[in-house]
């Protein structure tokens, strides 16, 4: 059973920092993507920022501020957040990623509660 344990959320000022942590155990695998999302109340679940094999993906208004970043083929990923804004409030999933002989396992964490406050 993946299992993927966040933390690292909580309150920060307006040009303030957080810093997201996601281990995933319980894989025999290495992901092969690894990546968070976010939900605001009353918006949908948006990808932040991904990291693969191949690179590192960010949603526009997040570039230059937030840095996806992973330990080799370990299953952590870290979200370094600098210059914080109100509208980066949300709660945030971290999420994992495998494929194997041609299914993809797909697997999400609890969330973990992100408020900036202006």
């Known amino acids: 059973q993946v299992q993927l344990v966040e933390s690292g959320g909580g309150l920060v000022q307006a040009g303030g920092s957080l810093r997201l942590s996601c281990a995933a155990s319980?894989?025999?695998?290495?992901?092969?993507?690894m990546g968070w999302y976010r939900q605001a109340p009353g918006k949908q679940r948006e990808l932040v920022a991904r990291?693969?094999?191949?690179?590192?993906k960010y949603r526009d208004s997040v570039k230059g501020r937030f840095t996806i970043s992973r330990v080799g083929t370990k299953n952590t990923v870290f979200l370094q957040m600098n210059s914080l804004k109100p509208e980066d409030t949300g709660v945030y999933y971290c999420?994992?990623?495998?494929?194997?002989?041609?299914?993809?396992?797909?697997?999400w964490g609890q969330g973990t509660q992100v408020t900036v406050s202006s």
């Open positions: 319980g894989s025999p695998f290495s992901m092969n993507a």
């Open positions: 999420h994992a990623a495998y494929a194997l002989l041609g299914n993809e396992y797909n697997y």
């Open positions: 990291i693969t094999n191949s690179g590192t």
